[in-house]
């Protein structure tokens, strides 16, 4: 999920979680080799280093990833300790410019030697985190790399050497948990069942709930509008519950950050729980709500395939894999005995990322053979969700209609049926990064399937209508709403 928080609407960003991807790369990248080359040749020379070596060692990950091995087990671990303890520093330095309490940043994702390092902040200032996380790991680092100028091994390379790790050198990106409105749509109702039950004004009552279900909508518009700013975020409510309970619940995959009796950085295990009740309940996390409907997440999934192809069959397959698990046992019971082999391969090149190509070879299959069969199994995977989810969509929404339903629950239903064909929306919106034809085909499918009955009629004409809009700043479709 990276993404330049800069290009960000600051009118979006709000109940903001901000993930800060410290990736420590070079802006150069082709650079990042000679000289990690270097500083390894040096250390298994014998020759004295300073952590200014040791954390530029870091600055190509995937490089850092392939040679790590080459160097001594506690010599690793150091290395992993001093970027610990340098994102420790930045999110304390951070959070006290920010005016939050240290808690407001937290590590997410493994966090492993030669991996990414997630900083999730936890708290209302998007735009301004990022900047301050940025800035603050230029200054740390300019300080631990002002130790390059008696260091052995950098002063005898004849390249430029980084004095400091800035913003360019980062992936920095936003992952938001903004309110999707879905609790408070069920908020609102029940406040309205308790007033009928009161004796108050049913008119008072009726009009209340409209309003307070224009303002779910409207907070619904918002956070699609943000989740659609990044090409690399989970779209609709559904997205965001995956987020939450793959990441923030996992006690393994969310840590505070506290110091241990040596005053150096490490990370606590203990997820979103770890984290102060205060803290929590004002972000209203675990209230958020959520929808029922599965294509946005499957369709975010389809398009992170293809914008991050260039990756490698180990990442590409990580998300035929989500697709898989999302689908459960009907994955699978109209594939080819062919596809069913496919989807072994790609388990087996995700389960072994360094032999993944070979792992094809041995198949006979190369890197873009594997791609097609990937696509041709998620787009069907993808087209059979969507029409699954318009179907229960368009049943809700000519029952709904009836004139038996009560008034309260036909407000209540009708809102939430056009919030979760915004879910349908938000996943199209988000295939316009696959190839052309893949958003075509699962439209005219819609077209073919729901265009002969009013409901069906009116659900695919607000998706068709809406769709493109999402990407719009401008705020036409909450202008509609």
Excluded at 278 to 293: C, K, N, Y
Excluded at 351 to 380: C, H, T, V, W, Y
């Amino acid at each position: 999920m990276r993404f330049d928080s800069r290009s960000t609407p600051r009118r979006f960003l709000t109940a903001l979680w901000l993930a800060v991807t410290v990736a420590l790369s070079l802006v150069a990248p082709a650079s990042a080799d000679a000289l990690g080359e270097h500083i390894l040749a040096g250390i298994q020379r014998g020759e004295k280093y300073s952590r200014a070596s040791l954390l530029l060692l870091t600055q190509d990950l995937k490089w850092y990833e392939q040679n790590m091995n080459k160097l001594p087990g506690a010599l690793q671990d150091q290395i992993q300790r001093l970027r610990v303890d340098l994102a420790g520093q930045v999110a304390q330095s951070s959070a006290r410019q920010l005016g939050e309490a240290q808690a407001a940043f937290a590590a997410t994702g493994s966090w492993n030697p030669g991996r990414d390092m997630d900083i999730v902040y936890l708290g209302k200032k998007g735009d301004e985190a990022a900047q301050t996380i940025a800035r603050n790991y230029e200054s740390h680092s300019a300080s631990l790399l002002a130790e390059a100028n008696s260091d052995p091994i950098l002063k005898s390379y004849s390249g430029e050497i980084p004095r400091r790790l800035g913003t360019e050198s980062l992936a920095v990106c936003t992952t938001e948990l903004p309110n999707y409105g879905f609790e408070d749509l069920n908020k609102a109702y029940n406040q309205a069942k308790q007033a009928l039950a009161r004796g108050e004004s049913k008119d008072e009552i009726l009009a209340t709930l409209r309003r307070e279900i224009q303002q779910a909508m409207s907070s619904n518009m918002n956070a699609h509008f943000a989740a659609q700013a990044n090409p690399d975020y989970y779209a609709g409510a559904t997205g965001q519950d995956w987020f939450r309970k793959t990441y923030l619940d996992n006690p393994d995959k969310m840590r505070t950050f506290m110091q241990n009796e040596s005053g150096n950085w490490v990370l606590k295990p203990g997820g979103i729980q770890a984290v102060p009740a205060e803290i929590v309940e004002r972000l209203g996390f675990g209230s958020l709500g959520g929808s029922g409907v599965k294509f946005s997440k499957i369709a975010s999934d389809y398009a992170l395939f293809f914008s991050h192809m260039q990756a490698g069959p180990s990442d590409n397959a990580k998300y035929v894999l989500r697709v898989w698990k999302d689908m459960g046992l009907n994955a699978i019971q109209d594939l080819s005995d062919a596809e069913i082999k496919m989807l072994a391969l790609a388990k087996a090149a995700s389960n072994n990322p360094a032999r993944a190509s070979q792992i094809l070879a041995e198949a006979g299959l190369n890197i873009g053979d594997f791609n097609n069969n990937m696509s041709k199994i998620m787009l069907s995977w993808t087209e059979s969700q969507l029409v699954k989810d318009m179907d229960t969509l368009v049943t809700e929404l000519g029952s709904s209609s009836a004139k038996s339903v009560d008034e309260l629950d036909k407000l209540l239903r009708q809102a939430k049926t056009t919030m979760n064909l915004n879910e349908l929306v938000a996943g199209l919106e988000k295939l316009k990064t696959a190839p052309k034809e893949v958003q075509t085909q699962l439209i005219n499918r819609l077209k073919a399937k729901f265009g002969s009955t009013p409901a069906g009629i009116a659900a695919v004409n607000f998706v068709m209508r809406n769709l493109g809009l999402l990407g719009d700043s401008s705020g036409e479709l909450t202008r509609r709403i």
